[in-house]
């Protein structure tokens, strides 16, 4: 009897570990609020283990540190698909297993990154903008060069990414934000030592904190923050710069080597459903790519010009590019302005 | 011979622990720090110096001495603070020690990152202590307690001073009591029997507790971050940002050499003044 129980327990512990279907997920943190995970489990049985990362190098060290097979789905931007693409990462994609794959807009396809998309899919667009407390700051901003006024001393909040603040102050100075040239360079460097007595903080995990609880009244960060901003404080404006902003698109890629390569095309499949990307859109308001949930959006998303940002505006928006060894360049001027 | 093998058995799990966790990986960013970096977070397997080179760049040097200012000035506030604290509790009794030591030791139970986002909402402007101060009329403006040096500061010591206070309070609570007393029927003053009895008996308290505290400090990049707003950069943040953002490895393994030499200096100069290597691991 004793020996009968063992048995059974073995066969039903083996049971449970191997027939459940599992799907692993790296994301970025605060970008798939927990219910469309839960309902995806819900919906198709397969179990999702769900990490996040904060930004496209703490993911390329992530995976390319871990076994292969430990991530099956990943989100990177840009620039990190073509990084990746080259290292050889990501499996190409077979869009047949993808039923809702037409809903995507088609503005977001066969970009430069990855022609003819043949490993990534776009899932949602970002944008930096200038949030300003309107009741707190009574000039008009609208260049980057407005943030050099010696008023706003200890006022202003950036997001904590050397790419986008260097590329601001380039964009500032009327260079390319991808720059690799040395003097443009030294210029936007002595820009940012100018607007550092203006500065509260950098900060990349919650920059809209500042702005809603009044601790600063300016603050460049990433659209859905701005637009979260607006929502809770009617008194911030959302200010996409003359010079241009950085504009960026998170894709699906789906890694090399995966041992869940169906599961996560459903999970593809299942974002891509119009009313799933619009409880997405909803908790958090980025630029939404899919047009089937553009019909379906709500005033309060379309309204908000930080999260609903229009076409004729995206075409200020430039990509952060892969500059290689360069980098080192950029690295030493973020040492040094701090 | 039963109880060398005894022994060997004993230590077995400890030296392989060590070997894989410690030595290993020291060996592997030792190594690592020769290579060139092909800044998509990979490594050119050339020998190189390159690394070592530009650690002495003009932009790099301000970051060490930054780190060792802040370290410095943490190490000199937990040593002012704990000194009259610490000698203050050793005229209480037993029980009222313990139940102090133990209040110095409970905040090591919430991780220091969720105390740090507490002192947030204690610093910040419509913060809970500016909100007092306003109320009561004694500021007009609220205070900036944090997103500059203060706030560095502040959380700096709030989280190293027990790595202070236990070291102190052991050497304070070794100090033979009779000979404070003879020296005090035989006329000395305080400031005598602090110079020539209680000095001399904690300086290997006082010395290991600075050790515990400055090197700790000089690579907490969480705090600066988070309490000073990331304006500064210390020794942590740029090794952290040479593995993440530059994605040049071999740079960031040769800043970890450098803060690794760095310490060891540090614990060789509290050998010679003669500190005990027990007491550093021993509390």
């Given at each position: 009897m004793k020996k009968f129980l063992i048995i059974l327990f073995v066969i039903l512990c083996t049971g449970c570990n191997n027939n459940q279907e599992q799907l692993n997920i790296l994301n970025w943190s605060s970008y798939i609020p927990d219910s469309v995970i839960r309902n995806f489990e819900k919906e198709t049985g397969i179990k999702v283990n769900y990490s996040t990362y904060s930004s496209n190098e703490e993911l390329l060290a992530k995976v390319s540190n871990a076994k292969e097979g430990t991530y099956d789905l990943i989100f990177p931007s840009d620039y990190m698909i073509e990084i990746m693409k080259n290292r050889g990462l990501l499996e190409k994609l077979d869009k047949s297993k993808l039923t809702n794959i037409n809903n995507l807009n088609s503005n977001y396809l066969n970009l430069d990154y990855d022609l003819n998309n043949e490993y990534s899919l776009p899932f949602i667009a970002a944008s930096t903008v200038i949030s300003v407390n309107k009741e707190k700051i009574k000039d008009e901003i609208v260049s980057y060069n407005d943030l050099l006024n010696s008023d706003y001393k200890d006022e202003i909040v950036l997001i904590d990414d050397q790419r986008i603040i260097i590329g601001m102050a380039l964009l500032a100075n009327g260079f390319d934000m991808n720059s690799t040239n040395k003097d443009e360079l030294e210029i936007a460097e002595d820009w940012l030592l100018k607007l550092k007595p203006n500065l509260k903080a950098y900060d990349s995990d919650s920059p809209k904190n500042f702005l809603i609880f009044e601790e600063a009244s300016i603050a460049v960060l990433w659209n859905a923050e701005?637009?979260?901003?607006?929502e809770e404080n009617d008194n911030i404006e959302n200010i996409f710069p003359k010079e241009g902003f950085a504009l960026s698109i998170d894709n699906f890629a789906i890694l090399k080597n995966s041992n869940n390569q169906d599961e996560a095309y459903k999970f593809?499949?299942?974002?891509?459903?119009?009313?799933?990307?619009k409880e997405i859109i909803n908790s958090y308001?980025?630029?939404?790519?899919?047009?089937e949930t553009d019909k379906m959006l709500d005033d309060n998303y379309l309204n908000n010009d930080a999260a609903n940002i229009s076409d004729e505006t995206l075409k200020n928006g430039i990509f952060v590019k892969n500059i290689g060894e360069n980098i080192k360049l950029y690295d030493r001027i973020w040492a040094n302005i701090k | 011979m039963k109880n060398k093998t005894l022994r060997f058995i004993f230590l077995t799990p400890v030296i392989i622990y060590t070997f894989c966790l410690i030595v290993l990986p020291l060996l592997y960013i030792l190594t690592i720090s020769f290579f060139k970096s092909d800044f998509y977070g990979g490594m050119i397997y050339d020998f190189t110096l390159e690394n070592y080179k530009e650690l002495f760049n003009f932009v790099y040097l301000r970051i060490f001495v930054n780190s060792i200012l802040i370290a410095l000035v943490t190490t000199l506030i937990c040593i002012l603070i704990s000194y009259p604290f610490v000698l203050a509790i050793s005229h209480k009794s037993k029980k009222i020690q313990q139940i102090i030591m133990t209040l110095v030791m409970v905040p090591f139970l919430t991780n220091s990152l969720i105390r740090m986002y507490g002192w947030i909402v204690l610093l910040?402007?419509?913060?809970?202590?500016n909100e007092l101060l306003l109320n009561f009329n004694i500021i007009d403006n609220p205070l900036s307690l944090m997103y500059n040096n203060i706030g560095i500061i502040i959380g700096m010591v709030y989280t190293f001073i027990p790595f202070m206070i236990l070291p102190l309070y052991n050497s304070v609570s070794n100090i033979d009591k009779y000979t404070l007393e003879a020296a005090s029927d035989l006329g000395a003053s305080k400031i005598k029997r602090f110079l020539n009895i209680i000095l001399p008996q904690t300086l290997s308290g006082l010395f290991n507790?600075?050790?515990?505290?400055f090197t700790p400090a000089l690579g907490c990049f969480f705090i600066i971050d988070i309490l000073g707003g990331g304006k500064v950069m210390i020794l942590g943040n740029l090794i952290k940002n040479q593995f993440l953002t530059a994605r040049n490895w071999p740079f960031g393994a040769a800043i970890s050499v450098f803060l690794i030499l760095l310490t060891t200096i540090l614990i060789l100069i509290y050998k010679k003044i003669g500190g005990k290597m027990d007491d550093l691991g021993g509390i």
């Open positions: 701005g637009a979260i901003a607006k593809i499949d299942y974002i891509l459903r119009p009313e799933i990307m308001p980025y630029k939404n790519v899919n047009k | 910040r402007k419509s913060g809970a202590i507790g600075a050790i515990m505290v």
